[in-house]
């Protein structure tokens, strides 16, 4: 039986602050917590999945929640529930989500998984094609495409990407499949406008300021390759070799030109903070100091550098030999030098943070999940840090064993056994009780209920 984990958030600072935590909410099963985006209302959206299982079938939904700039959730949804069924295992997960701003709605890649069984072995595992989809800023779909290429075999190694291009009137997708790189360009409407298949670098940068568009990744020991690619076309530019650098985690724009990139010399090594200039050229690199120095990154591939105008944030995933995995922020002066920074653990739990995103007030918002090392699945978490190493909005989200669904439901709740079991709304009033597995609930009005069983109490949503 899993159980819910409350964290113990320990911020590590020049001088000690302490966790402020606004609001709690309960989440369930498996990784949620894969991507964020601001959102509407100056809110924010996180994607990923939900896990239910059923043995020896498990499966998982695309799922999405909409938080206020309070930090109160507004809505969350479940997508693709409807393609499960238990002969064969489906995984759909958002990979990433996407907010486009002048148009308030937002976009979701989602990848998925088919794994077949014969008398509960595991026979047969492969990726189906990735799903491309719009949404209204509710969180109904206003279309799904799926990313169809007869000439690529999808694995459950392949990775994707997305982001917008540099004017924001088109997607960007990256595809890593056995057969090499994919660069898909969409029209906002789900058009395919080109492809190119001639690049081997996963990482995607459209630089909105110079009107630049950039796929790129580790060239050699030391070096990591830069291709200018032509928006209108597909076609390639240029390409530059930027020296100091393993690999490159994350790239910005500088004000007045150029760039800043935070990355590693090697594997193991510090991060490591550079200015580019527009060649690509590096102007000059400093290490980034953390809470123990020393530090071995090892996690760095959802590493992060939202620069400002007076305090910079490194979020960043910290690696030590003998200890947990722990998702770490790191403020650093106009100088770069570290102000301040926060660990985010607890006890001996690992914590990972998958993604961020910065808000216009300076601060910024982090997601990921928990668990044991090589084992993330007990738990998400959300939180919000202000430059000043204040943090609100921290949530936890445990996930919990034998939770009905799908959740939220629109006609069936499904439950896990045919225990005895109660329904109630909120006002406390007993709707249904009894030991159905199943419960049909289409004619039941919208709104949040509670499932009562002998151990437990669950929320659920009826649409």
Known sequence: MKKSILFIC??????????????????????????????????????GTIKFLDNPVEWGYAHATHFNAQGNIEWQQSYFQNENNYEEEKWFTFRKVLHHKSSNKWFGLTNRIFVSYIQGENINTQRGYPILSKHFNEGSMQWQKEVHDTLTTYTTNSTFEMIFSSDSNAIYLNILSNDGEIIKKYSLDGELLWENRNLNEHNLYADPYQQRFFVYGRHSNNEVIFHDINEESGALINSYITHGFDEIYDIKAREGGGYWCIGEEGIGSDLILAALGEQMDTLWTKSIQGPQHPISYQLNDFSEFFPNNNVHIVTCNQKYFTEPDRGLVIALDTNMDTLWTYQHFKGDTSSRIRDATRLKDGSVIVTGNYGIPNDFHHGSFVFKIGVDGSVGLSENMPFQDKAPYPNPTNSVLHTHNNTEKSIYNLQGQLLWQGKDKSIEVRHWQKGMYLLRTKDKTYRWMKQ
């Open 10 to 47: 320990i911020a590590v600072t020049h001088t000690l602050f302490s966790q402020e935590v606004t609001f709690e909410h309960l989440f369930q099963e498996d990784e949620y917590a894969l991507s964020i985006t601001e959102g509407p209302n100056e809110g924010f959206l996180i994607g």
